[in-house]
DNA sequence: AATTGTGAACCTCTTCACAGCT
DNA sequence: AGCTGTGAAGAGGTTCACAATT
């Protein structure tokens, strides 16, 4: 199959979230004009989106929605439930830990790993935290295949390569900085301040 | 000027944050090659994003570190500080109010806003809960000029048309949904289940 | 009549390649 | 000799427009 652009992955995901609220409120059917109306972007863009994968609608009608929502979760790789390993416990790994909506019906955070000894052995819930030293036999034993790193800048690069190392093939990470992926890893980051600075430029360049 | 591209913006805050370490380590200068490797992408690509603003390096020379760290820190709008709101103070707002890299040297949560009565009135740090009611007049006071919306899914675009009638043209929204902006305010996300689900789609489509 | 699926056109972003400076 | 700045080429993403289908 030809390679999906990134673009496309994202907007599927929206998707999905929307057909699962649509589903919710009972509602069967869906144009691409009245999906793309709740995404705010067009029409066209969405039916792109979907002949990637193949044809989902029927003309004329639009797409059914649960049967759209049931692809495009399968799509998504979220016929399975995914386990998680949190490299960094502090005030923002806890609050990952705690934040509803991040603990997902699909992703299950398995493990905690701090290298710091006065955390070790400590426990969150009822999940131990564990030195770095163990990542290697603990990804196998907790059958982990995502890691969520929020270790402090410096160490992010770091980390990353040890878990590259012991098998890990994505990582989540919230380090603000760059980060160059291992072969083989996928890497996705949230950024906070690269988005305030978004922000400030626009404010900026929007009053001149 | 030409309208500059996102991508580029993003960029820019990236290379902000490059100089800042390498100017730090007391490096005077830097070629578009050498910053290329720490970005992980090519040297055209920096050369040209810069080009869009200017000329700042020396031929067959490079970069003068300070200089250009200086003038990128002008063209994001960091020479003023700014301050934000935030609405929506459940574990998310708290966690971002502790996080320590939130709390840049430019940008400082000056305002908290919760719905919920029991959270209005009680204090967090030296700061005080207030209500959605009296955000109009507490963003003049305040003199904020950008919200961070930490509320759940279902209440964000009513907040952030709140948000617009107040007077705020931009928003940090961390709610996992799509939001459309209201006329002439600028709204980034940070998604963190598209982000996941990204990464699941990538395990899932690459072992096939 | 309405809406999908899709090739082609269009537009935007990235990379190339080289003239111009230091 | 080395590196920038940039027009042109190339790659990639989005929108158009219309035949196909219900």
Chains 1, 2 share one sequence.
Do not use: C
């Not at 144009?31 to 193949?54: C, N, V």
């Not at 059958?143 to 770091?158: D, F, G, L």
């Not at 992926?181 to 922000?199: H, K």
Request: hydrophobic residues 40%; positive net charge.
């Amino acid at each position: 199959m030809k390679r999906i652009s990134d673009y496309t992955i994202q907007r599927l995901s929206k998707y999905h979230r929307s057909l699962e609220i649509l589903e919710k409120r009972g509602i069967n059917t869906v144009s691409s004009k009245e999906l793309a109306k709740i995404e705010g972007i067009t029409p066209s863009q969405i039916r792109k989106d979907l002949s990637f994968f193949g044809s989902f609608g029927k003309r004329g009608v639009g797409y059914n929605v649960i049967e759209l929502h049931r692809k495009i979760h399968s799509i998504m790789g979220l016929d399975q439930d995914w386990n998680l390993a949190l490299i960094g416990i502090g005030n923002l790994g806890k609050a990952l830990i705690e934040y509803h909506s991040f603990v997902n019906i699909n992703f299950r955070i398995r493990l905690l790993v701090d290298s710091n000894k006065k955390k070790i052995g400590t426990k969150i819930g009822d999940l131990t935290i564990h030195p770095l030293e163990k990542l290697k036999s603990l990804v196998k034993t907790e059958k982990i295949s995502i890691a969520v790193v929020t270790v402090p800048s410096e160490n992010a690069q770091k980390v990353i390569n040890i878990l590259s190392e012991a098998g890990i093939k994505a990582v989540l990470n919230f380090a603000p900085t760059t980060v160059i992926p291992p072969d083989g890893v996928f890497i996705r980051s949230e950024d906070t301040s690269i988005q305030l600075e978004a922000l400030t430029y626009y404010l900026n360049s929007h009053n001149v």
